[in-house]
């Protein structure tokens, strides 16, 4: 993707100013501010209407700017070794020196620190002076963006600008993966489980329905298109929308598919997209075909899970 220089000016600009900007990266388009500045994050959570408990991932260029707010480990170094930039968030030990925000950490003594891959994105990190914080631009527990047209969609002229950058390549947020002791995911996201525990070359064990918040997305109700999901549905009821996981023999104008022939990784992408759509046709309620719970199966389920508490 060509890199307009202006945009990304434009963006620095705003955010030196502590003000808020809407950012492209792979997963899900984020909201983002200063992470070193209470007021930025201020206006994160206030824009979202995002619950102070629930804290903000770090985005970060590189590891030599990381080095300042966190400890490091080996588990951690082979990960963004392997996989970084790209879809996966840390979970590291913040050390007492950081700057960053206690806001944006909930006054936590962790920091969920990633480094997004999305060239526009990275082009502005590059540029600045500071990291900064994004969760997924959209209301809280709402359907996650993946185009700037779902940001404008969710926020109107409540965000100051909106860094153009196309489509989300992933489609669903990050892995989120503990690194202070043994290594556990703390949520299901774009980089599956298997190849991660290939790289460590240890069991990883999955805590994503915590009692206690330590990460985003793990939220009991999240991920919601604003209108009721069923889940294992086999049959549909008046002025509902059936989403299958690959396209059927039967084509009917309420019948909504994720992927063509049940790519797992395809229909992950089309997620959210297909949400919106449906509650964008007026449908009052969504059925949920069975989604193969495997691979990124696991993560369309446990955000079609999140999404049904509505």
Do not use: W
Not at 82 to 101: A, D, E, H, V
Not at 151 to 162: A, H, N, P, S, T
Not at 203 to 232: C, D, E, F, V, W
Request: charged share 30%.
């Amino acid at each position: 993707m060509k890199i307009n220089l202006a945009n990304i000016k434009k963006a620095k600009n705003l955010l030196n100013k502590s003000e808020c900007v809407a950012i492209p990266t792979e997963t899900v388009y984020g909201i983002a501010g200063n992470a070193y500045s209470d007021s930025a994050c201020k206006k994160i959570f206030k824009l979202k209407k995002r619950p102070t408990n629930n804290p903000l991932i770090i985005h970060y260029y590189n590891l030599k700017k990381l080095k300042g707010d966190c400890d490091l480990n080996g588990d951690f170094l082979k990960l963004y070794k392997r996989f970084c930039p790209g879809p996966i968030t840390f979970i590291l030990n913040q050390k007492k020196t950081s700057k960053i925000s206690k806001i944006a950490t909930n006054k936590k003594s962790t920091l969920a620190v990633r480094f997004p891959k999305h060239p526009v994105v990275r082009s502005l990190l590059k540029y600045l002076r500071f990291p900064i914080a994004a969760p997924s631009a959209n209301i809280s527990s709402r359907v996650s963006a993946v185009t700037s047209s779902d940001v404008k969609d969710d926020f109107g002229k409540k965000i100051k600008y909106i860094l153009e950058g196309g489509r989300s390549s992933v489609g669903v947020e990050s892995t989120i993966i503990d690194l202070r002791k043994k290594p556990k995911i703390l949520r299901l996201g774009g980089l599956e489980v298997k190849v991660i525990q290939k790289i460590l070359k240890k069991k990883i064990s999955i805590k994503i329905n915590p009692s206690n918040i330590s990460a985003p997305g793990q939220l009991r109700i999240h991920y919601s298109p604003g209108i009721p999901i069923r889940l294992n549905a086999k049959e549909i009821k008046k002025d509902e929308a059936l989403l299958l996981i690959k396209k059927s023999k039967i084509n009917k104008p309420n019948y909504y598919f994720l992927s063509k022939k049940g790519n797992l990784k395809e229909a992950t992408k089309n997620l959210y997209t297909i949400l919106r759509k449906i509650k964008k046709d007026n449908y009052k309620s969504i059925a949920v075909g069975k989604i193969p719970n495997k691979g990124f199966g696991k993560t369309i389920n446990d955000r079609l899970m999140r999404a049904s508490k509505f």
